[in-house]
């Protein structure tokens, strides 16, 4: 098997396939204070996050996180009544998605 990417030189189509992989398995998924603030003031239940996060698609570069040094990634996944965006946060050392905050954007 050969060596793993780092998920800083992923290119969006890597990111988007590790985050749908990832998100197969809903263990994986730890939404944060902050995200489950802003999708309650959204109404975003945690199986919309989940279909985001396994269907959507990552359209804008990732962007590496000044303090942390975790690479953010966004998903975007487009509804008939709402456009959802997930930012979850990625490193190479953690297996899993750390849900960041959730946007929404009514058709």
């Known amino acids: 098997m050969g060596a793993r990417i780092s998920v800083m030189q992923m290119t969006n189509t890597q990111l988007q396939a590790r985050i749908r992989q990832l998100a197969q398995d809903s263990g994986c998924v730890f939404i944060l204070d902050h995200a489950q603030l802003r999708m309650q003031q959204r109404g975003v239940n945690d199986m919309e996050v989940?279909?985001?996060?396994?269907?959507?698609?990552?359209?804008?570069?990732?962007?590496?996180?000044?303090?942390?040094?975790?690479?953010?990634?966004?998903?975007?996944?487009?509804?008939?009544?709402?456009?959802?965006?997930?930012?979850?946060?990625?490193?190479?050392?953690?297996?899993?998605?750390?849900?960041?905050?959730v946007i929404t954007q009514v058709r």
Do not use: I, Y
């Not at 959507?56 to 990634?73: I, S």
């Open 50 to 101: 989940l279909v985001c996060l396994r269907q959507g698609m990552v359209q804008r570069p990732a962007k590496v996180d000044a303090t942390t040094g975790e690479v953010r990634v966004r998903m975007d996944h487009f509804g008939s009544a709402r456009n959802l965006s997930v930012v979850v946060s990625l490193d190479d050392l953690e297996p899993n998605l750390l849900v960041v905050t």
